[in-house]
Nanobody
Framework: QVQLVESGGGLVQAGGSLRLSCAASGRTFSGYTMGWFRQAPGKERELVGSITWSGGRTGYADFVEGRFTISRDTEKNTVSLQMNSLKPEDTAVYYC????????????WGQGTQVTVSA
């Protein structure tokens, strides 16, 4: 059974940094893409970025603007989201998710972690 557990959220001032982690368990994730999503109050969930487990290829949403970096540790089975230069509009619940590389939708989700950026 796949489990994704996020940690590292919290309150930070604008311009600050946070590092989110996602502990993945329940299977080997080679052949999977790991994604970070976020959902702000009253808004739809949106993709922040993703990384392929095997090759480590990353992709990011335009709003990231080079501020965020996704990485994975295949030995520890973790995926991280390093967020720098945070803005109040980055305030949201952040979710880790997983999908098979050849599938279009993410089938596994974590419970989310709150990130609040104060002005």
């Amino acid at each position: 059974q796949v489990q994704l557990v996020e940690s590292g959220g919290g309150l930070v001032q604008a311009g600050g940094s946070l590092r989110l982690s996602c502990a993945a368990s329940g299977r080997t994730f080679s052949g999977y893409t790991m994604g970070w999503f976020r959902q702000a109050p009253g808004k739809e969930r949106e993709l922040v970025g993703s990384i392929t487990w095997s090759g480590g290829r990353t992709g990011y949403a335009d709003f990231v603007e080079g501020r965020f970096t996704i990485s994975r540790d295949t030995e520890k089975n973790t995926v991280s989201l390093q967020m720098n230069s945070l803005k109040p509009e980055d305030t949201a619940v952040y979710y880790c998710a997983a999908r098979k590389v050849y599938e279009g939708s993410y089938g596994y989700w974590g419970q989310g972690t709150q990130v609040t950026v104060s002005a």
